[in-house]
């Protein structure tokens, strides 16, 4: 158990509904990354937060996909309108970045056990 | 741009004999580098890192890795493979130059062990 943790651990959908994914960091931790992990492939960054700020989006979030860290603790990934090709395993990861730029631990990333959403 | 790449999908070893499993980088930085496993249904573990600090690093599980700058790897390496180390692993480069530092991971090499 790494310390961070995601709910819910499957989701099973019909197409065309909505979806919210939930992810608990460490809670000193000051960075959040979303990625998104397809069948026989290595996970792919999404997106990721210092604090509660978005500092960058992948063009592989399309604008069905949203992403909140509202009070820079717990996040939220929602997908609106699943479509089939959003199945796939959605990771979240947690890591300590000093603010002044400099990195703490090389960004030793911690990541949560995944959700793994299916669309029907 | 960072990349990452894992030179084999597949690799099959007999249970008690040496694992390398092969990884070259791309940086314009000093990179970050790490080794992750992933047992089905199971979350992403870090098997070692590179911190810069030694060439040959060593990890949890009696696995180690090399980095070597002029050949730019960092193979995975482990003496004697046991049945419980059959598990998917990732090789990891940190964006360092972007300064988000997010993963760029390699496709996967998955480890059999045959007993």
């Known amino acids: 158990d790494t310390g961070v943790s995601q709910d819910p651990r499957h989701k099973i959908t019909k197409r065309g509904q909505n979806v919210t994914f939930r992810c608990d960091p460490i809670?000193?931790?000051?960075?959040l990354y979303w990625y998104r992990q397809t069948l026989g492939q290595g996970p792919e960054f999404l997106t990721y937060?210092?604090?509660?700020?978005?500092?960058?989006k992948s063009r592989l979030l399309s604008n069905r996909f949203s992403a909140e860290r509202p009070k820079g603790s717990f996040s939220t990934l929602e997908i609106q309108r699943t479509e089939q090709g959003d199945s796939a395993m959605y990771l979240c990861?947690?890591?300590?970045?000093?603010?002044?730029?400099?990195?703490?631990?090389?960004?030793?990333?911690?990541f949560g056990p995944g959700t793994r959403l299916t669309v029907l | 741009a960072q990349s990452v790449t894992q030179l084999d999908s597949h690799v099959s070893v007999s249970e008690g004999t040496p694992v390398l499993l092969r990884c070259n980088y791309s940086?314009?930085?000093?990179?970050?580098l790490f080794w992750y496993v992933q047992h089905p249904n199971k979350g992403l573990q870090l098997l070692l890192k590179?911190?810069?600090?030694?060439?040959l690093v060593k990890g949890i599980n009696g696995f180690e890795a090399e980095f070597k700058k002029s050949e730019t790897s960092f193979h995975l390496t482990k003496p004697s493979a046991h049945m419980s180390d059959a598990a998917e692993y990732f090789c990891?480069?940190?964006?360092?130059?972007?300064?988000?530092?997010?993963?760029?991971f390699g496709t996967g090499t998955r480890l059999k062990v045959l007993a």
């Open positions: 937060f210092q604090n509660e700020a978005q500092l960058e």
């Open positions: 809670s000193e931790h000051n960075r």
């Open positions: 990891v480069v940190s964006d360092r130059a972007s300064g988000t530092y997010k993963y760029i």
């Open positions: 990861a947690s890591s300590l970045v000093s603010p002044g730029g400099g990195v703490t631990s090389y960004n030793e990333q911690f």
């Open positions: 940086s314009s930085y000093s990179p970050s």
């Open positions: 590179y911190t810069s600090a030694a060439t």
